[in-house]
Nanobody, 125 residues
Framework: QVQLVESGGGLVQAGGSLRLSCAAS????????MGWFRQAPGKEREFVAA????????YYADSVKGRFTISRDNAKNTVYLQMNSLKPEDTAVYYC??????????????????WGQGTQVTVSS
């Protein structure tokens, strides 16, 4: 089992940057593919980015490609989401999620086993 705690959210102006962090408990962090999802009010939770267990491969939603970067540090049990050129439509609660030993890295929330509590990101215009 793994527990996830996100941090780094906040209020930023359009065009600005934020870096989200997700710290995981336990000694088997490298056994999990990691993903970031977001949920805006009145909308379904949507995929943002994911990274394989080793960090060798990354995946992005089209809406954030070229602006967001996912990375991980397995020695620190932490996954990051660097968000640049933020837009008001990026406003949402951002969640990190862990998928244990997946055959393939998924983009659907139901494929992930553990979730953090979320961190609010608000982008003002």
């Amino acid at each position: 089992q793994v527990q996830l705690v996100e941090s780094g959210g906040g209020l930023v102006q359009a065009g600005g940057s934020l870096r989200l962090s997700c710290a995981a408990s336990g000694r088997t962090f490298s056994s999990y593919a990691m993903g970031w999802f977001r949920q805006a009010p009145g909308k379904e939770r949507e995929f943002v980015a994911a990274i394989t267990r080793s960090g060798a491969s990354t995946y992005y939603a089209d809406s954030v490609k070229g602006r967001f970067t996912i990375s991980r540090d397995n020695a620190k049990n932490t996954v990051y989401l660097q968000m640049n050129s933020l837009k008001p439509e990026d406003t949402a609660v951002y969640y990190c999620a862990a998928d244990y030993m997946p055959a393939r890295v998924g983009r659907e929330p139901r494929g992930y086993d553990y979730w953090g509590q979320g961190t609010q990101v608000t982008v003002s215009s």
